[in-house]
């Protein structure tokens, strides 16, 4: 088992910038990619960003290209999304997960074993 754990959520105004931060614990060598989803009221859970564990190769969907930049400590077995150039549609509860290598070797992974309890980020305009 995998537990994550994220912080850094918060309110900034338009413009600002947060960096969210997930802390895994458990079995975490076992974790093959990592990403970070979010949920806005009344919408549907969306892809923001994912990164490999081992290699740090990354992928981005639209909303978050230029503007959020995912990165990894493997040694802290810690993943975090920088994002700047916040906007009020940004506002959302920002989940953390993980996928293990044992589930899937393709990227981005199409499913992820393990979820974090999320983050609240308000942006305000």
């Known amino acids: 088992q995998v537990q994550l754990v994220e912080s850094g959520g918060g309110l900034v105004q338009a413009g600002g910038s947060l960096r969210l931060s997930c802390a895994a614990s458990g079995r975490s060598f076992s974790i093959y990619a990592m990403g970070w989803f979010r949920q806005a009221p009344g919408k549907e859970r969306e892809s923001v960003a994912a990164i490999t564990r081992n290699v740090g190769s990354t992928y981005y969907t639209g909303s978050a290209k230029g503007r959020f930049t995912i990165s990894r400590d493997n040694a802290k077995n810690a993943v975090y999304l920088q994002m700047n150039s916040l906007k009020p549609e940004d506002t959302a509860v920002y989940y953390c997960?993980?996928?293990?290598?044992?589930?899937?070797?393709?990227?981005?992974?199409?499913?992820?074993?393990?979820w974090g309890q999320g983050t609240q980020v308000t942006v305000s305009s």
């Open positions: 997960a993980a996928v293990s290598v044992s589930r899937t070797t393709s990227f981005p992974p199409v499913a992820y074993d393990y």
